[in-house]
């Protein structure tokens, strides 16, 4: 690939990463301002419904970060492929660790089945896989420089 080309990718990772973090703080905002006035009327927060549209919602976001992250292993011998990486799978474990948080919040508050599970089947899966994931992928990139480094020396 040539420098041109590096630098589209970049880019498009650069973007992804800031269109995540704002449609996920602009959701958090928007149930915040729901959730306060619901749990002091004792209403559930959503319907069955729309419980059903954020597993949709939050199972999308799993799948196109594991396709985005497996698709960056074909670009690591650019150091920008393997931060944004890095990056995603650090941004997925918390995001993943508040939905489990908020989600044991709404078991402890009495709210329906279908209000707290899918938050916390969400933080069960994205926070283990964010965080497990990420020293698995520093020592993969520890290995490819190794491999370089072997290869140079048995060359010279």
């Known amino acids: 690939m040539n420098e041109k080309s590096?630098?589209?990718g970049m880019f498009v990772n650069i973007f992804w990463v800031i269109a995540s973090i704002v449609i996920i703080v602009v959701s958090v905002i928007l149930f915040m301002l729901?959730?306060?006035?619901?749990?002091?009327?004792?209403q559930?927060?959503?319907?069955?419904r729309q419980a059903g549209y954020l597993g949709g919602i939050i199972g999308g976001y799993g799948g196109l970060f594991g396709s985005v992250c497996g698709g960056l292993t074909l670009f690591y011998k650019y150091e920008w492929a393997f931060k944004t990486q890095i990056i995603l799978l650090y941004i997925t474990g918390a995001l993943g660790a508040a939905?489990?948080?908020v989600g044991a919040t709404l078991?402890?508050?009495?709210?329906?089945y279908h209000v707290w599970f899918p938050l916390?089947?969400?933080g069960l899966i994205?926070?283990?896989?964010?965080?497990?994931?990420?020293?698995?992928?520093?020592?993969?990139?520890?290995?490819i420089e190794m491999q370089k480094i072997q290869a140079l020396d048995a060359k010279g």
């Not at 078991?107 to 329906?112: E, L, S, Y």
């Open 6 to 8: 590096n630098k589209i």
């Open 34 to 42: 729901n959730w306060k006035s619901s749990i002091a009327s004792g």
């Open 44 to 48: 559930e927060l959503w319907s069955q």
């Open 99 to 101: 939905a489990l948080i």
């Open 107 to 112: 078991f402890m508050k009495d709210q329906p």
């Open 120 to 122: 916390a089947l969400a």
């Open 126 to 143: 994205l926070c283990p896989m964010g965080f497990g994931f990420a020293p698995m992928m520093h020592k993969r990139r520890i290995m």
